[in-house]
């Protein structure tokens, strides 16, 4: 008879190098660990050592969780020392680099295969040589790729369908076709891409989307009950298997889970919490453009002065192009005026916390999937400012589907994190804010409607929630597939999942 240790899972969790990918990974780590399942999180050495405080103090309260730090050949791919991550890239000419050197992790992933045998791999969609790695020693691999089925779906409908194609002027409105809403984008919303035939980002995407079809199934940070026309569509008409398992950074339900979540956080906590404490609730917008995204002085001070001209209370994260604005690029007097009105919290914020407070009413995001997904699970209406990656399609599902946010009107998917130009005005900064915080009907409608999904997220990682159950069926049928794989000893490498 197998002993119990014999039949223990073991999952290797591979996230892709942005911050963005990374934090949700290790959630998901977390998860299965505390379903029993023995977890090894692959990380590069500067990740680890910034990611590994949450990871060790699950370990230490008792869960299977492991790091297993790989060395990231940057210089080998013409990257300088210590870049490591997207956030740490200061050029476009440094991503096909950095993705040069992800490529150049699967020699290691296999021999870390060959060494623990784990039973199956949770690789992130920018590492497709996962999938040859795992079928080599006929293991399932699962796919996350970090956003929703809303913008898989509008992705694939744009590749297959084209509908961008001969519309006469780039600001003219099209529709996306065959998703089960009326979706509509403007050719300045598209990725390059769907610009440049044959370039890195189509090379990249065709790459990805490759992988994808032979991989045993995909992890999907969202719940049913938040698109379910888009899992439906997703499986059916994409016949794609997926499991949605979300949101998972609602697994951070204590204070230190969620300070630990991600960087160093640049402010300390307990004067966050004092500073929202003395607020009433509903009363503060948080604002914040995620990882990597960072703005010129020019842009930082629209906002300054739209966010001093609404009066309304704010938190506001920020992140410059460059290092010597930090100090120089607000207003005479800024800071003196909007004592106690405002907190500026340089570089890296306890996201989750602050959005969980109750004093939080509203939240201007940058839309990427993580940051829409806290946002509504704390139950907080939306400001939309997306900027690259499929932030636009987010951008569209939050207000043109869930409408539960306003966009504040940002025309132009950028091919690059850093905004030079000034994209958004102060006026319109100051419009959208007071009107998504203000008494209006609009405002109070959106925030109805957030606190429901936010009820319903909740409801989803609870036991007997929908994430909940679909957690539970996948790792019954991964333990059904480590049984019928130990029967017949190993699945031979011919036979692909
Ligand atoms: N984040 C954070 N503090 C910050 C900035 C970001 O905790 O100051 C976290 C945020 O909670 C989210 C992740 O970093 O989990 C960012 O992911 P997202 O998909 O929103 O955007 P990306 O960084 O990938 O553009």
Known sequence: MDSEADQQLHIFFFPFVAYGHMIPTIDIAKLFAARGVKTT???TPLNASVLSNSIDRERSLGLDIH???????????????????????????MVPKLFQAVKMLQ?????????????????????????????????????????????????ESLICHRPYVGIASDREPFLVPGLPDKIEMTRLQLNEHFKVENGFHTEVRNLFRDAEQKNYGI???????????????????????AWAIGPVSLRNRDSIDKVQRGKKTAINEHVVL??????????????????????????LLEIAVGLEDSRVSFIWVVRTIRKEEEESFLP????????????????????????????????????????????????VPMITWPMFAEQFHNENFITQVLKMGIPVGVEKWNDWIDA??????????????????????????????????????????????????????????????????????????????
């Open 41 to 43: 999180i692959i990380l």
């Open 67 to 93: 790091i297993q730090v790989i060395k990231f050949p940057g210089v080998e791919a013409g990257l300088p020392e210590g870049v490591e991550s997207c956030d740490d890239m200061t050029s476009p000419e």
């Open 107 to 155: 020699e290691p992933l296999e021999q870390l295969i060959e060494e623990y045998r784990p039973d199956s791999i949770v690789a992130d969609m920018f590492l497709p040589f996962a999938t040859e790695a795992a079928s080599k020693y006929g293991i399932p691999r699962f796919v996350f790729h970090g956003t929703s089925f809303n913008s898989q779906c509008v992705e």
């Open 219 to 241: 992890l999907v940070n969202s719940f049913n009950e938040l698109e379910p026309a888009y899992a439906m569509h997703y499986n059916k008409v994409l016949g794609k298997r």
């Open 274 to 299: 004092k500073w929202l404490d003395s607020k009433k609730p509903n009363s503060v917008l948080y604002i914040c453009f995620g990882s990597m995204a960072r703005f010129s002085k020019a842009q």
């Open 332 to 379: 005479e007097g800024f800071e003196d005026r909007m004592e106690g009105k405002g907190l500026i919290i340089r570089e890296w914020a306890p996201q989750v916390l602050i959005l969980d407070h109750p004093a939080v009413g509203g939240f201007m995001t940058h839309c990427g999937w993580n940051s829409i997904l806290e946002g509504l699970s704390a139950g």
């Open 420 to 497: 030079e130009d000034v994209q958004v005005k102060k006026e319109k900064i100051a419009n959208v804010v007071s009107r998504l915080m203000g008494d209006g009907e609009e405002g109070k409608n959106m925030r109805m409607r957030a606190k429901e999904l936010g009820e319903k997220a909740k409801v989803a990682v609870e036991e007997g929630g929908s994430s909940n159950e679909n957690l539970t069926a996948l790792i019954q049928e991964l333990q059904m597939v480590k049984k019928a794989s130990t029967t017949r000893h190993r699945v031979p490498s011919s036979q692909v999942f």
